[in-house]
């Protein structure tokens, strides 16, 4: 019989270090998804998903444009990340907080 080395706990933390920086950026669409055909949820999304939704801005660039498109991609039609805030004008806004909502 051939004695086999039982992986260790180096082995384990990689695993789950590369779970973690895979699976989490790859779960926020359904997050969304499930949160805008659920109708509920958008403050918890908003919550665990901070990180990525800190890469919107109000002017368009090639980030914020993905992690609107993956958002949008499943969700119920009308659903997008908006800002919250006060306008000061098209590209400055006071106290912006993107909100994951029915868009009028």
């Known amino acids: 019989m051939a004695d086999r080395k039982k992986p260790g706990a180096a082995f384990w933390s ?4 590369a779970v973690v920086l895979v699976g ?3 779960s926020f669409g359904p997050a969304c998804w499930i949160s805008s055909r659920m109708n509920s949820g958008a403050e918890l999304v908003h919550f ?5 939704v800190s890469g919107l801005s109000i002017k368009e660039t090639r980030l ?5 498109w993956y958002a949008r991609w499943g969700a119920s039609s009308g659903w997008r990340w908006a800002p919250d805030g006060i306008p000061l004008s098209d590209d400055r806004w006071v106290a912006v907080e993107w909100v994951w909502m029915r868009y009028p």
């Open 14 to 17: 990689t695993v789950v270090v």
């Open 24 to 26: 989490y950026p790859l």
């Open 48 to 52: 665990c998903y901070r990180p990525i």
């Open 64 to 68: 914020s444009a993905a992690i609107q």
